[in-house]
């Protein structure tokens, strides 16, 4: 079955009670057994079922279970952000004195949340991901873990995913790679190799602004007895699901950035429409690019669906389209007057929303970071970041026409 029929019909062939088409928003914290026995059997993993909804609940199973089926996966843990996504996964596997190798063009609050690892004593390099190399000129005897996104935020540089895999496999290596600015639409982790995907499920996935949340998806493609870091406990049964299972059980239990089941559900209804608004928004995007492209005003448009990106054969190569997300270099206007003019776009942080969305990095989502790292990552200060939605294409054109005028 197509990517929508298939998540479209999940929750229903998942059964679900009263022939209810969807999975309902199940509020009760906690779960009760007659017989004490199944109780301690659900806690000591003997039996499914669900103990207290720090853990799981009904509605949040559903949903990830969705997000196996999108990602092709062996299991998924949702969390109540994709900063707790990464977050637990990584204190779940990761202990001080561990290195990993992170991409330098990396979402500015994962950024921020490395260096508290780093602050905590885990080792971590920050290379360009673009090249492979940079990468394995990184791996040490105490590396554990290579984490990329796929597409990055807000320079659109592309991670030399495939072969970056290939080098994690040949290494025994953790490759976790975000797959937010793509989703499981755009773009396979599992397909080019990857342990763990995670995907905020606050952009695209729900993609209505309505509902934060995150998850970490298992791929299967990991051999966990090679991972010194798992807890016996959780070693039980087919060793794929080890990792995700100490991230369930250990993480979400010692972080509690649980997934509420209200925002499961918004999520939930969200991703059902996925591919639809990726379609509408990465061509809206395209259009758009080349557009700007020819503009006098824009010095410049990164966008790897363009022929002058570096990485736009490579790209095609891996996604099934480049994205919705791009940003603009402005030839003396200035970026907030550029901003203020633009009447359909709105000015907001967020990003993979419906609506087109634009935000000046320097000054805001960059800001904290400082003008080294700025420059090291290639911001500049004129820098606008548009995630675009899925309006009317020509509407779209005629707001820019207008605030560039
Ligand atoms: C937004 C985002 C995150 C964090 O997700 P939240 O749900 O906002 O916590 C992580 N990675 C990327 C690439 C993002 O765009």
């Known amino acids: 079955?197509?990517?929508?029929?298939?998540?479209?019909?999940a929750d229903r062939r998942g059964g679900v009670e009263h022939g209810s088409i969807h999975k309902p928003i199940h509020t009760a914290v906690t779960f009760a057994y007659d017989d004490a026995h199944d109780l301690a059997a659900v806690f000591q993993g003997r039996q499914d079922g669900y103990s207290y909804g720090r853990q799981v609940n009904p509605t949040v199973t559903a949903l990830q279970d969705k997000i196996t089926l999108m990602e092709q996966g062996v299991g998924t843990a949702a969390f109540?952000?994709?900063?707790?996504?990464?977050?637990t996964t990584l204190f779940s596997l990761l202990r001080s004195g561990d290195h990993f190798i992170s991409s330098s063009f990396l979402f500015g609050n994962t950024n921020s949340l490395f260096n508290s690892f780093a602050a905590h004593g885990i080792e971590i390099s920050f290379v360009d991901a673009t090249s492979v190399d940079a990468v394995a000129a990184e791996i040490r005897d105490n590396t554990k873990l290579v984490f990329v996104e796929t597409i990055a935020n807000p320079r659109t540089q592309v991670s030399d995913l495939k072969r970056i895999g290939d080098l994690c496999r040949n290494n025994n290596l953790v490759y976790f790679v975000d797959n937010t600015i793509t989703t499981p639409y755009l773009f396979s982790p599992k397909?080019?190799?990857a342990s763990l995907s995670i995907n905020s499920l606050t952009k695209y996935i729900g993609g209505h602004a309505n509902a934060l949340g995150g998850a970490v998806t298992e791929l299967g493609n990991y051999d966990w007895n090679a991972f010194d870091n798992l807890y016996d406990n959780y070693k039980k049964g087919d060793v794929s699901n080890w990792a995700i299972t100490q991230i369930k059980k250990k993480g979400l239990r010692d972080f509690g950035a649980s997934l509420g089941p209200e925002a499961a559900h918004h999520i939930s209804v969200g991703s059902d429409t996925l591919a639809l608004r990726m379609d509408r928004a990465t061509s809206n995007a395209q259009v758009l690019c080349e557009y700007l492209q020819a503009h006098p005003s824009i010095k410049k448009v990164y966008y790897p669906g363009l022929r002058d990106h570096p990485q736009f054969e490579l790209a095609k190569s891996l996604f099934k389209a480049p994205g919705a997300l791009f940003s603009v270099e402005l030839n003396e206007l200035d970026c907030f007057d550029f901003i203020n003019k633009l009447d359909l776009v709105i000015c907001t942080s967020n990003l993979g929303d419906t609506r087109s969305l634009a935000i000046p990095v320097a000054h805001s989502i960059y800001y904290e970071m400082g003008p080294e790292r700025r420059a090291s990552m290639g911001i500049d200060d004129s820098l606008v970041r548009f995630s675009i939605g899925i309006e009317d294409s020509d509407d779209l054109i005629a707001d820019f026409e207008q605030a560039l005028s």
Not at 80 to 87: H, R
């Open 1 to 9: 079955m197509g990517f929508t029929s298939k998540i479209l019909h």
């Open 80 to 87: 109540a952000t994709g900063m707790a996504a990464i977050g």
């Open 191 to 193: 397909e080019v190799g």
